[in-house]
T-cell receptor, first 118, second 115 residues
Framework: AQSVAQPEDQVNVAEGNPLTVKCTYS??????LFWYVQYPNRGLQFLLK??????LVKGSYGFEAEFNKSQTSFHLKKPSALVSDSALYFC????????????????FGTGTRLKVLA | EPEVTQTPSHQVTQMGQEVILRCVPI?????FYWYRQILGQKVEFLVS????????KSEIFDDQFSVERPDGSNFTLKIRSTKLEDSAMYFC?????????????FGEGSWLTVV
């Protein structure tokens, strides 16, 4: 089964500094990878995804992620953090679901809380 | 921008009572999901639904849970007899599973508190 791991429960970064939120994956075949952000008491908002093509994927709010096949990683990055980026970030992978119906399910990491300090 | 909508946003219920959580997926989506999140922690898969039937369900989705698409618009999650440990945020999600890369979109969630 496909899986993702987020090794850090929390990441602290000063405002204006670059940020990285780590994600590693374990898949058979080509991975479909996603990043979502969750603000307090809200749903999960889609940030970006990697399906194929360029290893550097750009997404919403200035975020980007780099797909690295040799390291099986898909780290989320932003060149200059804002206090408003403070939230819970989830990495996800599309897993094979029901082979009879051809559907899929999405497996989420345990989440990383990003705290941007003013 | 189209979105997944969920109702109620918050429900408090007595243990043993039945609860129905409602969702309206994005209109051209065909694949629907329920996920659960306890206390802002990990997001757990409950069930996927396609073509009016369950595609896959997790161990959490036991006989107390059921899903339905009663009218071609709503997608509901029913918990027949709630337990304290069912207290969680429940998220509905949908995707088109097309060539756009299968992004899954989530609603804002229904916060269920069982007392």
């Amino acid at each position: 089964a496909q899986s993702v791991a987020q090794p850090e429960d929390q990441v602290n970064v000063a405002e204006g500094n670059p940020l990285t939120v780590k994600c590693t994956y374990s898949v058979s075949g080509n991975p479909y990878l996603f990043w979502y952000v969750q603000y307090p008491n809200r749903g999960l908002q889609f940030l970006l995804k990697y399906i194929t093509g360029d290893n550097l994927v750009k997404g919403s709010y200035g975020f980007e992620a780099e797909f690295n096949k040799s390291q099986t990683s898909f780290h989320l990055k932003k060149p200059s953090a804002l206090v408003s980026d403070s939230a819970l970030y989830f990495c996800a992978v599309r897993d094979f679901g029901s082979r009879t119906s051809g559907t899929y399910k999405y497996i989420f990491g345990t989440g990383t809380r990003l705290k941007v300090l003013a | 921008e189209p979105e997944v909508t969920q109702t109620p946003s918050h429900q408090v219920t007595q243990m043993g009572q039945e609860v129905i959580l409602r969702c309206v997926p994005i209109s051209n989506h065909l694949y629907f999901y329920w996920y659960r999140q306890i206390l802002g922690q990990k997001v757990e898969f409950l069930v996927s639904f396609y073509n009016n039937e369950i595609s896959e369900k997790s161990e959490i989705f036991d006989d107390q849970f059921s899903v339905e698409r009663p009218d071609g618009s709503n997608f509901t999650l029913k918990i027949r007899s709630t337990k304290l440990e069912d207290s969680a945020m429940y998220f509905c999600a949908s995707t088109a599973l097309d060539s756009s890369g299968n992004t899954i979109y989530f609603g804002e969630g229904s916060w269920l508190t069982v007392v």
